[in-house]
Each structure stands twice: as structure tokens, then as C-alpha cells.
């Protein structure tokens, strides 16, 4: 079935969206476009080919012109909890970019209306849907290396070179929210548990242009008794890691190290069992990567009413969303957050 879509949110991040990876995907047909910004949309229709007659500044009226069965907000944050109401109100899914809510409760609140409309709400962890990802989450599964017990992560990018005055060093938790959440859901994911607590240090480097902290270490421990050692940087002059970070996991038997998601290279995981040489698995085909599996996977949850792993649901998001916030609340009070179970 084709799934009529109506993009809210078209900012530089949502016209790529808009340009790469909607068109690309046979289930959907874009019918139209919002943003309260017309700006914005003047430059979805300048640089995107988009119709002029198709763009909006509210839903509503973006209901109103033209049929539709799903939104996709890319919207700022924000104006994420708004347009989701009122979106999967009207009888629409809903497909979110992350952090999907700027508090808990909203986040449930989104949660219950999707429900009570039986409507699908899934949430955009692109990075769940990349090779390496799938690859170390069977590995986990099977029980070759045992328990798990420490995972150390590093995430270390140097985004530091524009101008001062460039909007991203002014986002809210430029780190622990709009980043290091990628790295809190592949944990929870991984890991298979719930977060327990966390304690987490903030910071700028001296040389920071970021206004808020764009450094961070964290030590989080889980229900099954598994720690992580976290540490990332927007500003580190350290070798650069990939996207999804540089991952150690230690297991009863084993180590498992991996990356995903980078610039230049494959994914990698090199899997060490005691007493054995390390060896490379050899990882899965995924036809569709990132945001393009992100968006498949909605499809296949709206034309079959089904959400299958990895796809992400608005339910099973808020762990990650608990964790992100626990880390923050962390960083600000100086001191161990624990999570409600």
C-alpha cells in the first residue's frame, strides 16, 4: 500500500530528509509540506523541486488540502510533542526524529494517544540499522561469550571550526541530548536491560565554542549487572571515532570491539575469545541503512500493524529518553541519578 506522508519540519536536517531519503523509498508518496517558518519552506521549494501548492505553515491546513496517512515530523524539538498531538489526533502515524520529547511526561503523554488512536509511533535510531549493530546484538543473543560485564565507549569528534556565532554551539545539551542518545539506545538495545543509574560530568573544553557542555563521561550501570564507562566530545583533538563510537565490550569469554556508522571506512567487529586470536565476523547484508531503515521499517509497521526489531517504537523509546535526562540531571546535580523502574 503507498502511505501518503506529510513532512513537518524543513530545516536544513528536514529538506534532507525532504530530498534523500523519502523520495527514495517505494512505499511513500510525499503529498505535502509544513513548517511554521516559511522561509523554510521557500527553500524546500528553491533547492528541493518542492510544490509550492503542497507547502504549509500548520498541519491543520496541511489536513485540510490533502488526504494523508502518516507525518513525519523533523521539526526542532520543541515543536515535536505539538505536531505528533495533533497529528496522531487527526488519525495519522507518526514517525518522529529523536530526542522525541523534551520531557517524560510529554513523552508519555505522545505514547498514550498513540495507543488510545491505535495509531503506529516510531522513533527515527537510525543507527540501530547498520551491520555492526545487528551483527553484535545476534553475537549477544547467542551466548557465545557469556555474561556481559563492562562495555567501554568512546565517541570523540572535533566540531569546532565554524564560525562562533553558527546555531549549532547554541542547541540545548548539544552532547548528551542531541548526540550521545544515539549511543544511550544502542546500550539499552544491546544490553537488553533497563538502565538502573547514572552518574555523568559535563563539560567545555577551554576552547569550546558550544555555550552548553559538549563534553561528557558517564558510568551507567544496568538491571543485568553490566557497567558502562561512557565518554564523548564534540570537541576532542583526539583521533576521530566513527559516528556510533568505538565499542569494548567485555563478556565472560570474550571481548567484543566494534564501530559503525563512519565517515570512510565499513563497519567492524573483531570478536576476542580467551585464549583464541581475534578474528572478524563476517557481517550482514542490510539493504537499507540508517534513516532509510528507519523509514522502511515504519513503513512495514503501518501497512502490517506490526513493529518488529529493530524499528523503534514510541513505548520502547522512553527508556532511552529516561537515560538521556537521568544523564543530565546527573551532569547538573553533581551526583548518581537512579532511573524508576
Not at 54 to 64: M, P, Y
Not at 167 to 188: G, N, Q, R, T
Not at 220 to 242: C, D, H, K, L, M
Amino acid at each position: 500500500m503507498t502511505i501518503r506522508i506529510i513532512q513537518a519540519g524543513l530545516g536544513g536536517w528536514g529538506r534532507n530528509w525532504a530530498s534523500n531519503v523519502v523520495p527514495k523509498n517505494k512505499h511513500f508518496e510525499a503529498v505535502a509540506y509544513v513548517d511554521s517558518d516559511a522561509s523554510m519552506l521557500q527553500l524546500a521549494q528553491k533547492d528541493g523541486g518542492v510544490a509550492p501548492e503542497r507547502c504549509f505553515t500548520t498541519l491543520e491546513e496541511a489536513f485540510s488540502a490533502y488526504e494523508a496517512d502518516a507525518v513525519l515530523i523533523t521539526a526542532s524539538l520543541p515543536a515535536h510533542v505539538p505536531l505528533a498531538l495533533t497529528a496522531l489526533n487527526a488519525g495519522k502515524h507518526v514517525l518522529l526524529e529523536k530526542p522525541f520529547a523534551p520531557t517524560i511526561a510529554e513523552a508519555r503523554q505522545v505514547v498514550k494517544t498513540a495507543a488510545e488512536r491505535n495509531r503506529v509511533l516510531i522513533i527515527s535510531q537510525n543507527y540501530r540499522f547498520h551491520p555492526a549493530v545487528l551483527a553484535v546484538s545476534e553475537l549477544l543473543r547467542s551466548g557465545e561469550l557469556g555474561r556481559l560485564g563492562a562495555v567501554n565507549i568512546d565517541f570523540r569528534r572535533y566540531d569546532n571550526t565554524a564560525p562562533d556565532s553558527h546555531i549549532h554551539y547554541k542547541i540545548w545539551e548539544p552532547l548528551l541530548a542531541d548526540m550521545s542518545i544515539h549511543h544511550f539506545d544502542l546500550m539499552c538495545v544491546l544490553l537488553g536491560a533497563k538502565p538502573r543509574e547514572v552518574a555523568c560530568q559535563s563539560w567545555n573544553t577551554p576552547w569550546s565554542k558550544y555555550i552548553e557542555p559538549a563534553t561528557a563521561t558517564a558510568t551507567i550501570s544496568f538491571e543485568n549487572g553490566a557497567v558502562v564507562s561512557y565518554r564523548g566530545s564534540w570537541t576532542s583533538t583526539g583521533p576521530q571515532t566513527s559516528w556510533a563510537g568505538e565499542w569494548h565490550m567485555e563478556c565472560e569469554k570474550g571481548e567484543i570491539i566494534w564501530t559503525s556508522r563512519d565517515d570512510d571506512v565499513p563497519d567492524s567487529v573483531t570478536v576476542h575469545l580467551m585464549g583464541e586470536q581475534a578474528r572478524k565476523l563476517t557481517l550482514p547484508e542490510v539493504p537499507l541503512i540508517d534513516r532509510h531503515g528507519s523509514l522502511e521499517a515504519f513503513a512495514q509497521a503501518v501497512n502490517t500493524g506490526k513493529i518488529s526489531a529493530p524499528a523503534c517504537s514510541g513505548e520502547e523509546n522512553l527508556k532511552t529518553l529516561a537515560l538521556m535526562f537521568a544523564a543530565i540531571e546527573a551532569a547538573r546535580q553533581h551526583g548518581p541519578v537512579a532511573l524508576a523502574q
